[in-house]
Structures are given as structure tokens and as C-alpha cells.
């Protein structure tokens, strides 16, 4: 069957040509063309050069998502070996982890498709009308390249919405519990991939949560704790650890990880963290680590200077807590927040508290998590460690 060209402006062709996989409707000079919703297409300029094979959504402002800038036949064959590459540079993390992204989008070239493995269980996330016409294919494969039990779809997300395509979650193959246990550098947690946030846990810190065990010292706060991970791989090093989240349920089950992995110097606490910030300051309280992990603050570029507010004032207060010597982990994983940004803003907050800080480490979120040259989308998760040295 012949494949339907789509034929997009100088902007466009160049856009992609310098490394982004996106090219958006405004862009596109035939308006797609009688491309079918979903589809894989060529994409050509103005004069007729070709310049990849993309993925087609006829409802998205992201109307083409490149695969390739080769002239190449997108089929089962492609996907299979596509997924083999990506699965393939994951190879070895399972000796440190039964959990981690086995393809994280556009940073694996794969636009639009998350694949998470919790242990023997996938989930899966097609989140534009061109992996969702493959979705049955791609399961088929991913059950072939690494022999999963299971396969759970966790497609409901809102940028779904955008496509057109409906909110759902559940298994697609196989038998999945609804709980599971898995293990990140030795630590063991509960997660529930069927209804837990994101695909059930957030992976996207594993490897912070090491540096955080290997410079945390003495009493350690982390705040915004979600499911315990930075606290409970601070247990090994510290003498105790307070962990606070405003949510009762991530509460509930950061205490069940403790107890799984038998800590007794871990207590969590449900409290909104910037009450709680201001009620320990005035208590006279002092910490020797403490984490900040927020959720993003900044949902989209107009929201930024609202969430710089935000962020100063977590950390404005966190560093009236910090003792002298003591560290600072300060996260940030909204994209729109820029890392200069971040920086300004950690600076600020330093300067009013009248602390000076000497940067540690500078991170971004953990290797699976791959970074694509030319596409600023996927880095998202900016990580700083600091250490208050007045």
C-alpha cells in the first residue's frame, strides 16, 4: 500500500532537520493531505525533499511526530527492532533495579511511547492517535523481547484528550496483580501500576535517590515524600528521617515501605509542606539533610513566575532550617521551570536567608530517562545538591 506524503513549510523541514521530532499543524502546507488519523506518513518540504517518516494526527498540534529521517517502510519489523535497541541500552540496570523506563518517548526516538517495567510486569502509555493504532502490535512485541507476564495500558492521562483518543487503564495481557512488590538498590517497595500515580511509581529519581543516600547525614527531612524513596534510602545513612506529604494515602504507604524494609529511624507525617516549613522554623527546629521534591509547580511556560514563587519559598525556608555543613537536595521536574531559572531562584532564596551554598552536584532525572540532542522536551527533571557552608 502506497504511503501518503505530507508536504510541510521551510520552518517545519528545518525544525525536524535540526533534531526535533515534532512538527506542528501550523506547518503542515496541505493540511495533511488525506493522511488517515494515526498513520505513518512521509514527510516532504516545499521543493520536494524528504525529511523522515512520521507518525500522522489529524487533531493534535503536534501533527507530525518524526520516526526517522530515513525513507523506510514503518511496520512490525521496524517497531521490533525499535523496541529491541531501546530495551537494549537498558541492559544491566536490572542488576541494580527491578524497576526503571525501558522507553521513555521521544528520548528513545519513539514519540509518544512509554514503556515502564515494574519486575515481570510492563505498563504501557500510547499517547497519540500513531502508537495507539499500533498499541495491540506494540504489546505483542514487548511481550516477545522480554517475556513479561503482563502488560497493563495506564492510558489515562490528560494529553490523551488532545488527540482525540479516550481516557482508559487496565490489562491488556496477561494476569497483574494489583500490587507488587520491587526492589531499587536494595530497598523494597510496594507500588500498584494499576492505579498508582504516573505508571505506579515515579522513576525518574532512582539514581538521585543513590546520591541522596550517599550524602545524607545525621536528622534528614524529606518533604513532598510521595511513596518514601528518598527518605528510605536516606535511612541508611542518617540517624532519622521525617518524611511529610499532604496526601494521606502516599503517607499510608511510605509507612508500608518502611516496615517492608524494617526501618525503625523513618517517620512520616501528613502535612501541607509549606505549613509545616514555617511551623518548624518557628519551633526552632534544625535538620542536617533535607530533600525537596515537589510536584511541578509550573504547568505550563505562563504559570512559571507563579512557580518560582513556589519553589524560593520551599527553599527559603528549608535553608532556615538547614544546620551549617548540612545538605540541601532541591528538585524541581517541571519543564518550564529552565535550569538558569531553577539556579536564580535557589540563589535568591539563599541570599534572603543569608546562607551561602556551594553546589554539590547538578542532576537530571536518572538514565533511563534518556535526553534527545534537539529536542529540550525531555529534560525536564533539574536536581540540585547544595551544602550550606556559612
Not at 94 to 116: K, M, N, T
Not at 248 to 266: P, Q, T
Not at 311 to 332: D, F, M, Q, S, W
Request: with cysteine; glycine share 8%.
Amino acid at each position: 500500500m502506497k504511503t501518503t506524503t505530507v508536504i510541510v513549510s521551510r520552518k517545519g523541514a528545518e525544525r525536524a532537520r535540526d533534531g526535533h521530532l515534532w512538527i506542528y499543524r501550523s506547518d503542515l502546507l496541505d493540511g495533511g493531505g488525506d493522511a488517515a488519523p494515526g498513520a505513518s506518513v512521509h514527510v516532504r518540504d516545499e521543493r520536494g525533499r524528504f525529511v523522515g517518516c512520521a507518525l500522522y494526527s489529524d487533531r493534535s498540534q503536534i501533527a507530525l511526530r518524526l520516526l526517522t529521517w530515513r525513507e523506510e517502510t514503518i511496520d512490525r519489523d521496524w517497531w521490533r527492532e525499535r523496541l529491541r535497541a531501546s530495551i537494549a541500552r537498558r541492559a544491566g540496570l536490572e542488576q541494580e533495579a527491578d524497576a526503571f523506563r525501558l522507553v521513555y518517548a521521544e528520548g528513545d526516538a519513539l514519540p509518544s511511547l512509554i514503556v515502564d517495567r515494574y519486575a515481570d510486569v510492563l505498563v504501557l502509555q500510547t499517547l497519540s492517535q500513531g502508537t495507539d493504532a499500533v498499541k495491540g502490535m506494540l504489546v505483542e512485541l514487548l511481550v516477545e523481547l522480554t517475556g513479561a507476564r503482563a502488560v497493563i495500558e495506564r492510558n489515562d492521562v490528560r494529553v490523551r484528550a488532545l488527540e482525540g483518543l479516550p481516557l482508559t487503564a487496565g490489562v491488556v495481557y496477561g494476569d497483574a496483580p494489583e500490587e507488587m512488590e520491587v526492589v531499587q538498590h536494595g530497598t523494597r517497595f510496594r507500588v500498584a501500576p494499576l492505579g498508582g500515580q504516573k505508571t505506579g511509581a515515579f522513576l525518574d529519581q532512582r539514581e538521585n535517590h543513590l546520591a541522596a543516600r550517599r550524602l545524607a547525614r545525621g536528622r534528614a527531612l524529606d518533604c513532598f515524600t510521595f511513596n518514601g524513596a528518598f527518605a528510605l534510602h536516606m535511612a541508611a545513612s542518617c540517624e532519622s528521617v521525617l518524611g511529610l506529604d499532604i496526601s494521606a494515602e502516599a503517607v499510608a504507604a511510605s509507612r508500608r515501605n518502611a516496615e517492608l524494609n524494617g526501618f525503625s529511624n523513618v517517620e512520616f507525617r501528613e502535612a501541607n509542606v509549606f505549613d509545616a516549613l514555617r511551623e518548624m522554623q518557628d519551633a526552632g527546629e534544625r535538620f542536617d539533610t533535607i530533600v525537596l521534591d515537589p510536584p511541578a509547580f509550573a504547568k505550563n511556560r505562563a504559570s512559571v513566575r507563579a512557580a518560582a514563587r513556589g519553589y524560593k519559598e520551599i527553599n527559603l525556608r528549608a535553608l532556615k532550617l538547614l544546620n551549617p555543613n548540612g545538605v540541601l537536595i532541591t528538585c524541581t521536574c517541571s519543564y518550564h521551570m529552565t535550569e538558569p531559572q531553577f539556579h536564580e531562584v535557589i540563589a535568591e532564596a539563599a541570599s534572603d536567608a543569608r546562607r551561602r551554598l556551594q553546589i554539590v552536584e547538578k542532576r537530571i532525572q536518572s538514565s533511563d530517562h534518556p535526553v534527545l540532542v534537539g529536542v529540550p522536551e525531555t529534560l525536564y527533571l533539574k536536581c540540585v545538591i547544595a551544602r550550606a557552608v556559612d
